[in-house]
């Protein structure tokens, strides 16, 4: 069974610019969640996505954005790019949240310059 | 959610058991102990869970203590593969509206030396 799957892997911009990450789950699974992981902060939760709908949402602006299409796949966005911006992004799959583990991908680096 | 308390970092011998230690002291009874690891720059790794009742499997035991204010991760023969960073989650279970969510603390970076 494939893994997480994350694209692009790598990806530089610019601040000011916006970006879209996409992330397409394992097979089967309809929960995805989205992270990010930077020196200072550590590993922050975003947002979960189950069913095409926004379930969870963590403490983070609003230029930070995602959705879900009907084949589970998921995007997120970042607009109005930041220095700070600049971390590891995670996605990770699951059954359906709740107890069920979660399977990470391999993460997007982005670099904000 | 309940916090976590883990050790900032801790050695252990190839070949030798390791054990991982975690406190949480305001565990809820819906809430549930997981634990996953993170090689550099590799995204988290699912270990095992559990609610009160020990557990294995072909990667770690899980112990709890009957209080369920603590519990014990044991990977029984490391490797030098199994030099990472090991989290330690509490998180509710169905019905709640955080089911999606992970919490990460700082973790428990283990060194496993040759």
């Known amino acids: 069974k494939a893994g997480v799957t994350q694209t692009p892997r790598y990806l530089i911009k610019t601040r000011g610019q916006q970006v879209t990450l996409s992330c397409s789950p394992i097979?089967?699974?309809?929960?995805v969640s989205w992270y990010q992981q930077t020196p200072g902060q550590g590993l922050q939760f975003l947002f979960e996505y189950f069913s095409e709908t926004q379930r969870n949402k963590g403490n983070f602006p609003g230029r930070f954005s995602g959705r879900q299409f009907s084949n589970s796949r998921s995007e997120m966005n970042v607009s109005t790019l930041e220095l700070g911006d600049s971390a590891l992004y995670l996605c990770a799959s699951s059954l359906d949240g709740g107890v069920y583990e979660q399977y990470f991908g391999p993460g997007t680096r982005l670099t904000v310059t | 959610d309940a916090k976590t308390t883990q050790p900032p970092s801790m050695d252990c011998a190839e070949g030798r058991a390791a054990n991982l230690p975690c406190n949480h002291s305001?565990?809820?009874?819906?809430?549930?102990v997981y634990w996953y690891r993170q090689i550099h720059s590799q995204g988290p790794q699912y270990i095992i869970h559990g609610l009160k009742n020990n557990e294995t499997n072909e990667m770690a035991s899980l112990i709890i203590t009957e209080d369920r204010k603590s519990s014990t991760l044991i990977l029984p023969h490391a490797t030098l593969r199994d030099t990472a960073v090991y989290y330690c989650i509490v998180r509710v279970g169905p019905g709640s509206s955080n089911t999606g969510k992970l919490i990460f603390g700082q973790g428990t970076t283990l060194q496993v030396k040759p």
């Open positions: 305001t565990i809820s009874g819906n809430e549930y």
């Open positions: 097979s089967g699974h309809r929960s």
